[in-house]
Nanobody, 125 residues
């Protein structure tokens, strides 16, 4: 069993930066496959960034070049560095993990078993 807890959300102006954290705990260990998703009001949850192992990453086209996903295995924490934020980046951000996904850093919701409760990100224009 794995528990995921997000932190670092908040309200910032367009052009600003935020760093989200996701702390993993439990007896199972740190998930090999992890990702960040976001969901705006009245919209579907979408994949933002994913990481397989320590170096294989995938980003949605809308955030590529602005966001960076990384993992620190020493403290079982996943990060999402968000720069040059835009109002359309606003939403609830969720951390997700899976032990058994294969091959790629996957941005599809159905590929992840463990989920956090979310942290709110609001970007004003």
């Amino acid at each position: 069993q794995v528990q995921l807890v997000e932190s670092g959300g908040g309200s910032v102006q367009a052009g600003g930066s935020l760093r989200l954290s996701c702390a993993a705990s439990g007896t199972t260990g740190t998930p090999y496959y992890m990702a960040w998703f976001r969901q705006a009001p009245e919209k579907e949850r979408e994949g933002v960034a994913a990481i397989a192992g320590r170096s294989r990453t995938s980003y949605s086209e809308s955030v590529k070049g602005r966001f960076t996903i990384s993992k620190d295995n020493s403290n079982n924490t996943l990060y999402l560095q968000m720069n040059s934020l835009k109002p359309e980046d606003s939403g609830m951000y969720y951390c997700a993990g899976d032990m058994y996904s294969r091959g790629i850093a996957d941005l599809r919701v159905q590929r992840y078993y463990y989920w956090g409760q979310g942290t709110q990100v609001t970007i004003s224009s």
